[in-house]
């Protein structure tokens, strides 16, 4: 059975919150776990998928981070020095934790956001959630992600050794056993409070600005009405906005985060001590080394994963959630 559309926003919070109430009580649309899980497979697949494909881009935006008086020639430079020096295969460097990392992070990313939005208008009351959506919306990403990281980090922390050291291992299998027999279960989280600072206000930002730039658009287009097709144009175009507000915000915490998973620290050297000695000595402007590229990667992913996102909600029918934008 094809699942119904969403209802249509009627511009009366009142009425808006009754037909809210009407879709949620049709017995035909997945509910609770059934729901959810619909919607953490969603984005575990979206976000699989784009940063698994980007992989050349992270390859060449982590180079940049970690060594910009080498790789100084910019996004496009950088993919001709790597492949030049170490061959096509080098680009790829990463792809398995990278994949794998996020298929985690993003089931975790999406279904905790989507769970924990509705968490919060079962609390306030939808008219409530509507008129503070923006809190909402910063919210049940902020949590969602605190619970994606924890799934997340000792990937990334594998990606990043291999990466930034071609020679350490073959793989992620490889890599995750060699971290973890040689430097111990701590090392994979010792960028667990970069990996906070930096995702958390990365899923904020994408989060509120892909509701606010896909309410705007919505408010001169009937989502009811609007094809497949258009719906998924403006999450295309939604996601892509919202990629830049995401990567400009958390680039500083993504270059403390490449430094900082490159080697292990000194004996005794605390992760705190060790991300403000890292930060004295990038400064600025080296905070934003690689940025160009980020922005590349961050801009064009986001886009991808908010258009499967939606696509693949569809194609299940989770369109159980309750949207309370205007």
């Not at 990466?163 to 994979?188: D, H, M, Q, R, Y």
Request: glycine letters at 12%.
């Amino acid at each position: 059975m094809a699942a119904s559309p969403p209802p249509s926003p009627t511009r009366s919070l009142k009425l808006d919150a009754l037909k809210a109430e009407a879709a949620a009580a049709d017995p035909s649309k997945p509910k609770g776990i059934d729901l959810y899980s619909r919607f953490a497979f969603a984005g575990a697949v979206c976000c699989s998928v784009t940063h698994g494909a980007l992989t050349p881009v992270d390859v060449v935006k982590t180079r940049i981070q970690l060594d910009p008086v080498t790789y100084n020639r910019g996004l496009i430079g950088g993919f001709r020095q790597v492949i030049g020096s170490e061959g096509f295969g080098a680009v790829w460097t990463g792809f398995g934790p990278t994949a794998a990392g996020y298929f985690l992070q993003g089931a975790f990313k999406f279904g905790g956001y989507e769970f924990f939005k509705q968490q919060s208008i079962d609390l306030l009351g939808y008219e409530a959630a509507s008129k503070n959506r923006t809190a909402v919306y910063l919210a049940s990403s902020a949590a969602a992600e605190f619970f994606a990281d924890i799934a997340l980090c000792p990937l990334e922390a594998t990606r990043i050794r291999l990466v930034s050291e071609p020679t350490f291992a073959n793989g992620l299998i490889g890599g995750f056993g060699k971290i973890l027999k040689n430097e111990g279960v701590g090392a994979f989280y010792s960028g667990f409070g970069p990996i906070l600072f930096k995702q958390v206000p990365y899923t904020m930002a994408k989060f509120v600005v892909y509701e606010k730039v896909s309410e705007m658009i919505y408010r001169s287009v009937d989502k009811s009405q609007a094809s497949s097709s258009m719906q998924t144009t403006i999450n295309l175009g939604s996601g892509l906005i919202a990629g830049f507000a995401a990567a400009i915000v958390s680039q500083p915490a993504d270059t403390m985060l490449s430094k900082i998973n490159k080697t292990k620290g000194l004996p005794g050297e605390g992760t705190t001590s060790r991300l403000i000695k890292i930060a004295k000595e990038l400064g600025l402007r080296g905070s934003y080394a690689g940025i160009g590229a980020r922005l590349v990667m961050v801009g064009t992913l986001t886009a991808g994963q908010f258009a499967i996102y939606g696509d693949i909600k569809k194609a299940l029918g989770a369109t159980g959630g309750v949207e309370i934008a205007k």
